[in-house]
């Protein structure tokens, strides 16, 4: 037991110099769609995510409007700006065949469906291209009981036509993907019946639709474009126990450490703060709250 006491005693130690290097937790990709397809017309593939560890569950659907695929050429529709492509593709999923002006405010869009079971600090990102005849105000939802209640979190609003949100401030966008933080938001945590949606709405200050690129194109039409990208869905994972319980006992304790160092290096049980590795930071947090819980 000296030994082992000893060799704790050197571990902690060495983390007074390797503490200075823990940073924050990287969130987990729960879905993820960049649409960059080698066939932009095959309408399963575009729906399907590319990445995240829902990604077999998550979907996209659309109310009250319609997918477009074929871009007339039998090309696909050209990305976000914000997308570093894949191959030289950049592919985007576009939308249209939206509402008649007066009609159906914040019902008609994209409904994004994605478990967050075992995660919260859930984070909603995507970018958004408006045509010029578009809504220029869209609204971004959730529900938490798949679709029965929707929370408004945000307005969008263009601010010219033929533009994507994350296009540069010079020319006419914001410059970034729209985020929108969901950690404070009651439910979405943990809950297999989370989605999002973003849905066209009237303009607050005329009550009817206004087109993306007013006054220039005067009339908003339900042929009016809204393309979307870059679609992504992060959490991180819940703990089961206090900080550094590795093994789910509730308690952190020798056996966490053993685990961590049997580990040291490698992927898998112990890597706390989902980086990637079992590190000197996940053996930080152990020893941070070593006895706590037992
Ligand atoms: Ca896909
Ligand atoms: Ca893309
Ligand atoms: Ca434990
Ligand atoms: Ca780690």
Redesign the pocket.
Known sequence: MKGYRTFRALSALGLVITAMTVGAAQPTQLAFWDFNESNPLDQAAMLTPEAGVFAAQAQISIALAEFRFNNNNNTGFVGSPLDPGTDGRDWALQTTEYPVQGQNPGQAGIVVSVPTTGYENIVVKFDVRWSNTASRFLAVEYTTDGGLNWTRVRTLQARRGDRWHGDSVANGGYGEIVQVDLSSASGVSNNAQFAFRVVTIFDPNTGQYTPANAPNSPNYTPQGTLRYDLIEVLGTPIPSGPPGDVNGDRCVNDQDLLLILLNFGNPGQG?????????D??LLIVLLNFGQGC
């Open positions: 890597d706390l703060n989902n980086d990637g590795t079992v590190n930071q996940d």
